[in-house]
């Protein structure tokens, strides 16, 4: 399922009891996704690596008091003061067997050895596939049946609403706009390959390195080669900056670009710059100069960039006209 849909499916199954295991390719979001859960619903999140953890670190270690032996629980898991918040299991089918054994008992029954998870507290979990040539181990069936398993995917439509809203730079959004198909693509991967986090990582280097030969190096060690060479020839004969500033001067004369990735260029750059008035005004003035369809994906990009350009005149005339696309 793609990630509005589940985080909407995970914030409706956080008012039961149940676990969750979140299962998805690396670096496509699973972390994120219940970070921003966790902020959405104002809970703090205990994020632990179960790779990392040794089979007594959940039970913790063995004190003696009045001549008998008691567990003390290890300093992460949620005491009683903490009433309500989320306990993440990130890489769990990473760890070895021994370790995943010892989540049985607390995943289902709520407690380890003398140990008793608080009411409020859920429980997630996320892991890679083991086809996407991620370390894994095989997940014992009967810590599988304590979950309720969700299939992340990767949705372009999703990422580029986050991207818009997050400062991902113009051209990333613009390239993977015309080529969707590389927002997540493990083929042959090595140490560099393209995913929404790698995408991340480039945008990143991007805004302090521009896109110039100079920089395909680096390009190449955040993506991969076929990658970064594919968005740095889209770069190269994209539009311009300063072609797309005659259209921000003049946005109801202007020529407007022919070429479909020069207009996902001229949309991402407007979306990057929605906080500046004369761009949602110029934005505004564009819908209706747009194809329709270029229209909608410009509203709607800006919108999640920036919801005050619902008030632009050039926004109103264009819901009046095309309604029925906005739906």
């Not at 295991?21 to 690596?49: M, N, Q």
């Not at 005659?246 to 990735?261: C, H, Q, R, T």
């Not at 949309?267 to 004369?278: E, M, N, P, R, V």
Request: net charge negative; with cysteine.
């Amino acid at each position: 399922m793609k990630p509005s849909r589940v985080a909407e499916v995970m914030g409706e199954l956080l008012e039961t009891k149940w676990p969750m295991f979140l299962w998805g390719a690396p670096g496509v979001g699973k972390s994120s996704i219940v970070r921003a859960i966790a902020e959405d619903k104002g809970l703090p999140l205990i994020d632990v690596r179960a790779s990392l953890l040794d089979p007594t670190d959940l039970r913790g270690i063995p004190t003696v008091e009045n001549g008998q032996a008691v567990w003390c629980p290890p300093s992460f898991l949620p005491g009683s003061d903490q009433p309500e918040g989320l306990l993440f299991f990130d890489e769990l089918n990473a760890a070895p067997t021994l370790v995943q054994a010892s989540l049985y008992q607390l995943t289902l029954d709520r407690r380890v050895g003398e140990y008793q998870l608080p009411d409020g507290w859920r429980i997630i979990a996320a892991g890679n596939r083991a086809e996407d040539a991620s370390v894994t181990f095989r997940m014992p069936a009967a810590l599988s049946n304590r979950f309720v398993h969700l299939d992340f995917e990767v949705d372009f439509d999703d990422w580029k609403a986050w991207a818009v809203s997050n400062g991902v730079y113009h051209r990333v959004t613009a390239f993977l706009g015309t080529r969707r198909e590389l927002l997540l693509n493990m083929d042959g991967a090595d140490k560099a390959f393209p995913t929404p986090r790698s995408w991340e990582i480039l945008s990143d280097a991007a805004h302090r390195l521009g896109v110039s030969a100079d920089a395909i190096d680096v390009f190449i060690g955040i993506v991969g080669e076929g990658a970064a060479m594919e968005f740095l020839g889209f770069c190269d004969s994209a539009i311009t900056e300063e072609k797309i500033q005659v259209i921000l001067d003049d946005p109801s004369n202007a020529e407007l670009p022919k070429k479909l990735g020069d207009q996902y260029a001229l949309i991402s750059y407007l979306c990057a710059l929605a906080t500046d008035k004369q761009v949602r005004n110029a934005a505004g003035k564009l819908l209706n100069r747009l194809s329709p369809e270029l229209g909608v994906l410009l509203a709607r990009d800006m919108l999640h960039a920036n919801p005050a350009f619902a008030r632009e005149k050039g926004y109103l005339e264009f819901v009046a006209a095309h309604r029925e696309l906005l739906v």
